[in-house]
Structure formats: structure tokens, C-alpha cells
T-cell receptor, first 113, second 112 residues
Framework: SQKIEQNSEALNIQEGKTATLTCNYTNYSPAYLQWYRQDPGRGPVFLLLIRENEKEKRKERLKVTFDTTLKQSLFHITASQPADSATYLCALDRGTGGFKTIFGAGTRLFVKA | SQTIHQWPATLVQPVGSPLSLECTVEGTSNPNLYWYRQAAGRGLQLLFYSVGIGQISSEVPQNLSASRPQDRQFILSSKKLLLSDSGFYLC???????????FGPGTRLTVL
């Protein structure tokens, strides 16, 4: 069955360091992968999308890599800040209008001042 | 600009009671609409999606149903709630010609 895994343990890092979150998947052929941020009690907010033919995508302090051979995506936040503390979700999509999007359970990030 | 609303924000209901959660989207027409449930420590589970008025597809057979009475309105219902229906319910929409879903603020449902 299709499976998407994110590190279930919370990630604790010091302010200013780079946070790296991992998303692994099996039995799925995504057209693209997305990362979302979710604050407690709120809906997820879209951050970045990377397509299957792209290796890396950047947006300000965020960087996403996508390795379809390893079936893995890495999400980096450089110069992390306490305001970056949240849960980060990865999602895989086949590009069929969201009908077959699958979401990971998310990784909780804590950035300490 | 487009916005998505959900209400109520929180709800506490007894087992066996009915449920109605509402989602509306502003600033767009004929959006694809979705209902997800998020349980603690679990990924978002797609419950229903709709590509138009009166068109509902169910991903998971369960105690819930959905309806789309108007173009920008999506309703999640149940006739009799179960304890297992507790969770965080999210409505989302998918703008055409994009690859991203936009989520509403969510409804926290607790069934006692």
C-alpha cells in the first residue's frame, strides 16, 4: 500500500541553525511533492512545491530537495527562528486535481531562542 | 482574493447526535472542494471531494456524508455521531490550473 513517512519525533534545534526534515515514501509515483506548515489548531498552509523532474527548489530561507530514486524529500529551513516552530507536513500528488493526494503525519519542529 | 471559511471552529457533541459542518469559499467559482479529517499523530485523511454542485465522491465509507448544495458551499454531515468521529476536520479547495490545495481554519470536533 502507499505509504508516506515523516519523522514522528519532534525536532529541537537552536535558533540560527538549519533545520532539516525528512519525508520518505513507498509504492507511489508522485508528479510532485508539497510541503505545508501547520500551527496548532489551524489548517495547513502551503509552503513549497517541487516536481518530479526538479532536484531542488528554494524560497527565501526554505529549500526542498526531491530524489525520486531514493523516494525521499528533504526540507531545510536555514537561519531558523522561534517563529518557525510548527508542524511541517509533506504531501504527494499525482497531479490529478488533488483526488489522490496523500499526506504525511508531519514533523513537529521546535526552535529555541 | 479567495478565502475559505469553516464553522463552527469547535464543537462538542454527544454520541448519537447529528452533525453539520459547513465550508464556504469566496472569490472563485466552480472550485474543487475537499473534506479531510486529521487525527492526532496521523496524516490528513481525505473523506469526500466534489467537482461541482451535487457531485460528491467518497474516499472512505463511514458514518459521514457530504453535500454540495451551492457552487461554493460544502457540507459535512452525520445522522448519528460515533466516538471515533472525533477529530480535526478540514475543508480545502483546489484552484483550477494550480497544483496546490488551500485549507480552511478547521473544525475541532469532540464526540463524548
Amino acid at each position: 500500500s502507499q505509504k508516506i513517512e515523516q519523522n514522528s519525533e519532534a525536532l529541537n534545534i537552536q535558533e540560527g541553525k538549519t533545520a532539516t526534515l525528512t519525508c520518505n515514501y513507498t509504492n507511489y509515483s508522485p508528479a510532485y511533492l508539497q510541503w505545508y506548515r501547520q500551527d496548532p489548531g489551524r489548517g495547513p498552509v502551503f509552503l513549497l512545491l517541487i516536481r518530479e523532474n526538479e532536484k531542488e527548489k528554494r524560497k527565501e530561507r526554505l529549500k526542498v530537495t526531491f530524489d525520486t530514486t531514493l523516494k525521499q524529500s528533504l526540507f531545510h529551513i536555514t537561519a531558523s527562528q522561534p517563529a518557525d516552530s510548527a508542524t511541517y507536513l509533506c504531501a504527494l500528488d499525482r497531479g490529478t486535481g488533488g483526488f489522490k493526494t496523500i499526506f504525511g503525519a508531519g514533523t513537529r519542529l521546535f526552535v529555541k531562542a | 482574493s479567495q478565502t475559505i471559511h469553516q464553522w463552527p471552529a469547535t464543537l462538542v457533541q454527544p454520541v448519537g447526535s447529528p452533525l453539520s459542518l459547513e465550508c464556504t469559499v469566496e472569490g472563485t467559482s466552480n472550485p474543487n472542494l475537499y473534506w479531510y479529517r486529521q487525527a492526532a499523530g496521523r496524516g490528513l485523511q481525505l473523506l469526500f471531494y466534489s467537482v461541482g454542485i451535487g457531485q460528491i465522491s467518497s474516499e472512505v465509507p463511514q458514518n459521514l456524508s457530504a453535500s454540495r448544495p451551492q457552487d461554493r458551499q460544502f457540507i459535512l454531515s452525520s445522522k448519528k455521531l460515533l466516538l471515533s468521529d472525533s477529530g480535526f476536520y478540514l475543508c480545502a479547495w483546489y484552484p483550477t490550473n494550480t497544483d496546490t490545495q488551500y485549507f480552511g481554519p478547521g473544525t475541532r470536533l469532540t464526540v463524548l
